[in-house]
């Protein structure tokens, strides 16, 4: 891994965030190179959402800095963020839930590949080949998902488990450079948390993806993540890898231990 | 399918057929009076529908038709009025305004323009807060906007409004109008730009983290719609001749609203049917007011048939969809 080591895409130093009396996050620091796939745990209200938040641009930090493959991005608006190639899921879905599963990827597509309003309007031949590309790269991220076949469903009727992989097609079809996912495999029977590692090592292996996953399935942390962090209280407790992690005792005590997860993850 | 480029498809170009034969049909054997409802109808459906744009689809909640239509049927007759009669009924008027006597289309587009631009002011100073400050603004803005004219007397006649205005105006104005009205919606809403509006008023937050810049889109949204109201007045004073300063306020803002919540938020389909209904329902409960002397049963009704279709059916008629077969082919990689 340290051989020749690919170059940092997203970095924050110091990063913190109040909320009125309550320090949400507080001097978490995070170097993500370029195609790694790093685990973010700890403990219900830990922090990890509100460090997703920041990243993404939903949530100004209170302290500390962003940086973008180089370039300084704190406090840059939300859909600017997200067009450098930021895309995230939500702990708590976040679909669009009277489109169709199609449209919901397709509406993901608009910032890159949609016309504006005069091309729209003439339906010019440009503004069709866009349209074009737009369903092409939808329904392709949702076959990578494996939902291809409920394109034509509305998303609210969906089973919660797909919601959550209609999100993640969502987020991958504007081929994100950086993707945080916020516990993917929460509301997902054992099966069907078995496919999500599957495609997450896909994401990963296949499309270079640099991922970022919040998540509380041990087993599948520790299966799918080649490096963790663990967070508590809003502060970095430990970092490294997922044997590391799980021999580590502050760890153990504050997370693994109470929750048995240790057991559960020496079994993945 | 493939359809050429800018011109309307097949099912399209059927429905724009199937209203110009009424239209045709009304204007060969009806009476005036039948005529100007049918106008009257068709710019309603226009005006529902371009609500339906920045409401329904995009999920805002303006009440600022009227206000943008006055402004726009204001502006318009100003530059096609008489130039003889301007010095009287106009006294204020700089020379160049003075002495212009416009023709419908560009006065129209100018009346439109200025309706827009000053929805570009309101929504900028408010598109960015959160929650319900459009719908405050832009109820205060009718209140504003016909304060101003009242004051503007020496250009806009105040309180007596504007009579005589030149009946440039006539059914097949009316029709293309609202024909290209509904196309461009249709055309925004089966577009990405449509989809991006919609994925808005699904999810904000969704939406701003794939890209879309939510603050400009709402602006598009609004400042369209308004474009488009302030052309529907400016159409309408050339039909029926008059403008005043409450010509077009709260009730119509509310019976637009009803409009797009009945046929249901984004359907066009349901725009336009409910605007149909509601204006014949409103123009033939009129004769029923005067007789009873029960002015304002219209309204009641138009409320007491929203309550019941809310009832009924809390999405409207048509949720946010299009009846199925007026669709686009969805899955063909492509649109027709
Ligand atoms: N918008 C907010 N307003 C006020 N407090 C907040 C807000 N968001 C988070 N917090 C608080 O910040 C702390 C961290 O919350 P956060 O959601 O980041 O935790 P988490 O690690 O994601 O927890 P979980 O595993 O339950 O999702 C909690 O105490 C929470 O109550
Ligand atoms: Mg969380």
Same mark, same amino acid.
């Given at each position: 891994m340290n051989a020749s080591e690919p170059r940092t895409i997203l970095e924050a130093r110091g990063l913190g965030r109040r909320f009125g009396g309550v320090v949400a996050l507080e001097d978490y620091a995070l170097t993500l190179r370029e195609g790694e796939l790093l685990g973010l745990i700890g403990p219900n209200g830990a922090g990890k959402t509100t460090a997703f938040n920041l990243l993404s641009g939903v949530l100004r930090p209170s302290t500390g800095r962003i940086r973008f493959a180089g370039r300084d991005v704190t406090g840059w608006p939300t859909h600017r963020i997200a067009r450098l190639g930021i895309a995230r899921t939500f702990q708590n879905v976040r679909l669009f839930?009277?489109?169709s599963v199609l449209d919901n990827v397709m509406a993901g597509l608009h910032a890159r590949w949609g016309a504006g309003l005069v091309a729209t309007a003439l339906a010019t031949p440009g503004q069709r080949r866009r349209e074009g590309e737009i369903a092409r790269r939808a329904q392709a991220a949702l076959d990578f998902v494996g939902l291809g076949a409920l394109a034509g469903r509305r998303a609210s009727d969906l089973a919660y488990g797909q919601q959550r992989l209609v999100e993640i097609a969502r987020a991958i079809a504007t081929e994100p450079v950086v993707l945080l996912l916020d516990e993917p495999a929460a509301g997902m029977n054992p099966s069907e948390t078995d496919a999500l590692a599957d495609l997450l090592r896909r994401l990963h292996g296949d499309l270079g993806v640099a991922l970022v996953v919040v998540e509380h399935d041990m087993r599948l942390v520790m299966g799918v993540c080649g490096r963790i962090q663990v967070l508590e209280g809003g502060r970095l407790l430990a970092e490294g890898r997922p044997e590391e992690i799980q021999r580590n005792p502050a760890v153990i005590a504050a997370y693994l231990g109470s929750r048995r997860g240790a057991e559960h993850a020496h079994a993945g | 399918m493939t359809a050429p480029p800018f011109l309307p498809g097949p099912k399209a170009a059927l429905a724009m057929l199937g209203a110009a034969a009424v239209v045709a049909f009304a204007d060969l054997y009806l009476s005036t009076y039948a005529v100007t409802l049918l106008s009257l109808v068709m710019l309603n459906v226009a005006l529902a529908v371009s609500l339906q744009l920045t409401n329904g689809l995009t999920g805002l909640f303006s009440l600022g038709h009227p206000a943008f239509m006055t402004v726009g049927g204001y502006v318009a007759a100003i530059l096609t009025y008489p130039v003889r009669r301007k010095g009287f +009924? +106009? !006294?204020? &008027? !700089?020379d160049w305004l003075a002495t212009a006597q416009w023709d419908l289309l560009p006065a129209t587009l100018v009346g439109a323009a200025v309706a827009a631009l000053l929805a570009l002011v309101v929504g900028i100073a408010v598109l960015r807060l959160k929650g319900h400050y459009l719908a405050v603004a832009t109820l205060g803005l009718i209140v504003i906007v016909r304060v101003v004219i009242n004051n503007l007397d020496g250009y806009t006649r105040g309180g007596l409004g504007l009579s @005589?205005? !030149?009946? &440039?105006? @006539?059914p097949w104005e009316v029709l293309v109008f609202t024909l290209l009205t509904v196309g461009l919606v249709w055309r925004i809403k089966h577009a990405s730009l449509g989809r991006a509006m919609m994925a808005m008023r699904e999810n904000e937050l969704a939406a701003r983290c794939m890209g879309i810049d939510a603050f400009a889109l709402k602006l598009l949204a609004f400042v369209l719609g308004a474009f488009l109201a302030g052309a529907a007045g400016a159409l309408t004073v050339h039909l029926v001749s008059v403008i005043t300063p409450g010509a077009y306020g709260i009730p119509l803002a509310f019976s637009l609203v009803v409009m797009v919540v009945v046929g249901g938020s984004g359907s066009i389909t349901g725009a336009v049917l409910a605007a149909i209904a509601i204006s014949l329902l409103s123009e033939f409960a009129r004769p029923l007011e005067e007789g009873l002397e029960l002015y304002g049963l219209s309204q009641v009704l138009v409320a007491l048939g929203l309550i019941l279709v809310l009832r009924l059916r809390p999405t409207g008629l048509f949720g946010s969809r299009e009846p199925a077969g007026l669709g686009r082919p969805r899955f063909s990689g492509g649109t027709s």
């Open positions: 839930g009277d489109l | +009924m +106009m !006294p204020d &008027l !700089p @005589g205005v !030149p009946r &440039l105006t @006539g």
